[in-house]
């Protein structure tokens, strides 16, 4: 008996390996196949091919009496795989420095066995690369691993078809600098597991991660008498039941997680919901371009602009390209209570002209859009890869130029433009831009006043400047803390202490701030506590700080360079806007001319040039185009007199011993000289 079993047992390993290298022939063809489709035209992907199959493998299957669920099953699976290969091809022909690597790491949150694990291996698993699989405790630090490049993926949980979404995911896409290149779906299959098989009436204590045990409340509510504790993540709270080989306890997780960690499964299927999905994304630091072939996802985040309706015409947006939105989310925006930043997933490919004039056009009703990236969708509820638009379905007609191209002026406008610049010129948006900043609003008819020192000196210094510009109605404070000086040997600025103290002064007087930033990589810390940040007449063409500009949801308050042409200045603000940051205040400060009796001649022409040209708001700063106070007043007055939508000037409780430019900083009663002047001139005008 026992001779005939073993006999029986190596027989059907020999059918197993079988099986396995029939496996490994189909994938070799998969592979010839794929190079072939790499040049040809046509879809990746033949879904009636694939239901003949199935149909002839099913029919087979009875036949031969083997299950047909089975046989669909295992062939589903296996047409899934070879069709992941066959993109995973294509997006490595697309993407040669990707596939430089040797070994792929690719990181999840938890340990071995968690979901974010399994559904790791289940996503690069076909890559048919070598890949190490790297467990980190929290979301952020995998994600940090993936800034730093200690880590070349991630793999991050975005929402739960039981729980919803997962905020701190959302939340970290926003603040960090990082793409999405793929998705996936994973089946959550919760398990009770147990050192032992005991009964459920013997477990006091049940540990696991705080969705697992959101997904399994109500079996948890039934448990009597049951202390429910949260856990970092679930593999890790069944490694906890195995360490601790105490009968009492329990862990909720997969069956992976048992078998990896010897234990037993008490209890199968505790979710509320039966189907219980959460979908991944894939996190990197560079983008995938995707052949249009395959079916994409593209990824956006956005703020609306404040006006009516504004949520409404992105979507409209979308939809008038035949965009098909798949999720919509919204947080809070960061810093600005009450405002909610949208997250909008869309089936479509950035590669695609229909894709980027429907960004295009999306911008015009953001004040902030910050492009995800696009992937190989996998969004049906068996996992499978997206399936293709059916032949009929063809891309809808794509209008040539954005709809208000078409108003009268347009094409007078963009003949003016040396270089297009689409996104700034008036010709794309007639309504000028309105930026709000706390209370205030930057571009409508009220003049705005931003008035400080030119650098932050000390706290003393900055809270004095602060009382004076509230107590006068000035609306925002300014104050250099990083200063661009022609010479080395002078005062440099604070730095971040000073943008300390500038941010403690706005707060006590409730004046939002605006400074200075130089350096690409001071941008992100600077936005956290800025509400403003200037860039200076130095920096205009600085186009690595101006990129990085476009990815933060601030404000820039944009100088314009003192050897610049309104040209040049409009083409440099574009890489702001096309970076995603809608948010630009253009800030006329002065340029070079053989003129020296001022410090810089102050083109006043620039305001209603740009009035005309552009729809973002105007400002200009008398203080650095005279360099001397006495004719601030005149030269404030001629700026609003010819359209600007504010002023910036210089102020200080003692000029004469400021660290940087003392000779054209107002003292603090000419600045309440000036500021009545102001709003005598505003109610004249309101009057009129
Ligand atoms: C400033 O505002 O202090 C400054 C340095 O200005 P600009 O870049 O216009 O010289
Ligand atoms: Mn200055």
Redesign the pocket.
């Known amino acids: 008996m026992q001779r005939e079993i073993q006999d029986l047992r190596n027989k059907l390993d020999e059918i197993d390996g079988n099986i396995v290298d029939a496996l490994a022939a189909r994938q070799q063809v998969i592979t010839t196949i794929g190079q072939a489709k790499l040049t040809a035209e046509g879809g990746l992907r033949d879904l009636t091919r694939e239901q003949e199959l199935l149909a002839r493998l099913v029919a087979r299957a009875k036949d031969a009496d083997v299950d047909p669920h089975l046989v669909t099953r295992l062939f589903r699976e296996i047409l899934d795989h070879s069709v992941r290969r066959q993109q995973q091809n294509l997006v490595d022909r697309d993407n040669p420095d990707r596939t430089a690597a040797d070994v792929l790491v690719v990181g999840y949150q938890g340990t071995d066995g968690a979901n974010s694990h399994l559904v790791a291996q289940k996503h690069f698993g076909p890559r048919g690369v070598e890949v190490e699989y790297r467990g980190y405790d929290s979301f952020e630090e995998m994600l940090q691993a993936v800034h730093d490049g200690g880590c070349n993926y991630a793999m991050l949980p975005i929402e739960n078809t039981t729980a919803g979404s997962i905020n701190e995911s959302y939340d970290l896409l926003a603040r960090m600098n990082l793409v999405l290149v793929g998705e996936d779906i994973w089946k959550i299959e919760h398990c009770l597991l147990a050192i032992e098989d005991v009964p459920l009436s013997h477990i006091r204590r049940v540990y696991s991660h705080p969705q697992a045990l959101a997904q399994c409340s109500e079996f948890l509510r039934r448990l009597k008498d049951t202390h429910v504790e949260s856990f970092t993540d679930t593999a890790m709270a069944a490694r906890k039941i195995r360490d601790e080989q105490d009968l009492s306890q329990a862990a909720i997780a997969n069956a992976e997680a048992a078998r990896i960690y010897g234990l037993h499964v008490v209890k199968q299927g505790i979710a509320n919901q039966k189907e219980n999905f959460t979908r991944f994304v894939v996190v990197a630091r560079e983008p995938v371009t995707v052949d249009e072939r395959i079916p994409c996802k593209t990824s956006v985040i956005l703020a609306t602009k404040h006006e009516e309706g504004a949520l409404l015409r992105c979507l409209n947006t979308l939809a008038d390209h035949h965009l098909n939105l798949t999720k919509l989310e919204s947080r809070p925006r960061p810093n600005n209570p009450w405002e909610y930043l949208f997250y909008i997933d869309f089936e479509g490919n950035l590669a695609s002209q229909q894709v980027q004039t429907g960004l295009r056009e999306l911008t015009a009703n953001t004040s902030y859009l910050k492009v995800l990236g696009s992937y190989p969708a996998r969004t049906t509820r068996e996992n499978r890869p997206a399936e293709p638009k059916p032949a009929g379905a063809s891309r809808p007609k794509v209008p040539a130029e954005p709809k208000a191209a078409s108003a009268p002026t347009a094409s007078v406008m963009q003949q003016l433009e040396k270089k297009p610049y689409k996104l700034v010129s008036r010709a794309g948006r007639m309504k000028d831009t309105l930026i709000q900043v706390g209370n205030v609003t930057i571009g409508g008819a009220e003049p705005v006043v931003i008035a400080g020192p ?1 650098s932050v000196e000390s706290r003393d210094q900055i809270f004095a400047c602060a009382r004076v510009v509230k107590e006068n109605g000035g609306h925002l404070l ?1 104050g ?1 803390c990083f ?2 000086r022609t010479s080395p040997y002078s005062f440099q600025g604070m730095g971040y202490e000073g943008l300390d103290i500038l941010e403690e002064a706005g707060r006590t007087f409730g004046l939002p701030i605006v400074t ?1 930033v130089m350096h690409p990589s001071d941008v992100q810390p600077v936005a956290r506590q800025a509400d403003i940040l ?1 860039i ?3 920096n205009m063409q600085n186009f690595s700080l101006l990129k990085e500009l476009g990815k933060v949801d601030r404000p820039i308050l944009f ?1 314009r360079g003192m050897m610049a042409d309104i040209d040049e200045w409009l083409g440099a603000a574009e890489y702001i806007l096309a970076a995603g940051n809608q948010q630009v205040i253009l800030c006329e ?1 002065g340029i070079r001319t053989f003129e020296t009796a001022t410090r810089n001649t102050l083109d006043l022409s620039a305001v209603p040039v740009c009035r005309e040209r552009t729809h973002l708001p105007i400002i200009v ?1 008398p203080s ?1 185009a005279c360099g001397t106070y006495r004719w601030i007043p005149q030269m404030a007055a001629g700026s609003l007199a010819v359209g600007a939508h504010g002023i910036m000037v ?1 102020t200080h409780p003692d000029p004469a011993t400021a660290k940087s ?1 003392g000779p054209q900083a107002l003292t603090f009663e000419m600045f309440e000289k000036l500021m009545a002047q102001i709003h005598a001139m505003h109610a004249a005008q309101v009057s009129k």
């Open positions: 030119c300014r250099g200063k661009p200075e200037q200076g007449a130095r100088k400060r700063d650095h210089e430019d």
